[in-house]
């Protein structure tokens, strides 16, 4: 017996609308077991404890364990790749500071498109940088770093973590801002950046303030400075890049996304819990660790995510960054 177009047609809308039924019903119930957060660097860094803090609040929140999987390498493009091919179910999330959206720009090539393949949740939190410098040199502020750079022109050296981060444009954005000029050096990672940083064979650093913070007070380094458009709560006595350099400001930020075509029903729910989660204890956490918390919805995020794009883009085009 044939089938006539008209009959087919028929059956392919039936097929369809029983699919969208079981995305909405597997929506509803969702979380029904475990979920996997993946964290594309390795542990210790300032987004890894960030991604735990979350991680351990939504397990709480959603009762279900939400399980963090550190899958490091490629500049953050293995653990992004591996969520870009995972299924769209709410089993398996990213979470990712900015270079998810930077590095690529950096990269000849990468497995996916971070415009595309993705589904933004929730902008979690923005981190203004410090700009921490060996405590051998005479530099106390912006304006004597420019002034020391400027004296030695060339010579002065700054570590960034990984090609594209948030650190890296920012250091491209303060030459540019100070009209100076010194080296750039790549490290696989923070932590020996700053061990060198310490050990002065690099002569400056910009990263997250958490990742500063304890060597500061400790003495082992100097933060001269942070990149937010305030003085951070727990370096109220340091200045802003801005305060010498009007205009200055660069933050990083840490996200949360999941493979392109997530229900919507999970994004929203997903969106609500991160926003609890930052209106409770985590949001006092974050704060002394001088975060700024960015509660919104997933579309806000989305708007983020374009505009700081695109700003990121003219900062790797102008400085011609790229990946060696």
């Not at 995510?305 to 883009?313: H, T, V």
Request: aromatic share 6%; charged share 20%; with cysteine.
């Amino acid at each position: 017996m044939t089938t006539s177009p008209k009959t087919s047609v028929a059956r392919r809308v039936v097929l369809a609308g029983l699919c969208g039924l079981a995305f909405a019903a597997s929506a509803q119930t969702w979380p029904a077991r475990p979920v996997r957060m993946v964290i594309p660097f390795p542990p210790g860094g300032t987004l890894d404890a960030v991604g735990r803090q979350l991680a351990q609040k939504l397990s709480e929140q959603l009762g279900q364990p939400v399980v963090v999987d550190n899958k490091p390498g490629g500049n953050g493009t293995i653990g992004a790749d591996i969520v870009s091919k995972a299924p769209a179910d709410g089993y398996t999330l990213l979470f990712n500071a900015s270079t998810q959206i930077s590095a690529p720009m950096t990269m000849k090539s990468v497995p996916y498109n971070p415009a595309t393949d993705f589904t933004p949740i929730a902008l979690v939190a923005k981190a203004p940088l410090s700009v921490a410098i060996n405590k051998n040199l005479p530099i106390t502020d912006v304006k004597s770093l420019i002034a020391h750079a400027k004296a030695n022109p060339g010579k002065m050296s700054f570590a960034v973590g990984s090609i594209g981060s948030a650190g890296h444009l920012a250091t491209e954005l303060l030459k540019r801002a100070g009209g100076i000029e010194y080296l750039v050096v790549p490290y696989k990672g923070t932590a020996p950046a700053f061990q060198d940083l310490i050990g002065g064979q690099i002569d400056g650093f910009i990263d997250p303030i958490l990742g500063s913070l304890q060597y500061h007070r400790s003495g082992m380094l100097r933060v001269v400075a942070v990149t937010g458009d305030r003085r951070a709560p727990n370096l109220p006595d340091v200045p802003t890049v801005a305060e010498t350099i009007p205009g200055y400001e660069f933050y990083s930020w840490y996200g949360l996304w999941g493979p392109a075509k997530l229900p919507e029903a999970v994004v929203q729910r997903l969106n609500t819990e991160v926003n609890k989660a930052l209106a409770g204890e985590m949001r006092d956490k974050l704060v002394q660790q001088g975060l700024q918390l960015t509660p919104g919805s997933a579309a806000d995020f989305a708007k983020f995510q374009r505009e700081d794009a695109a700003r990121a883009q003219k900062i790797v085009t102008d400085g011609n960054i790229r990946v060696e």
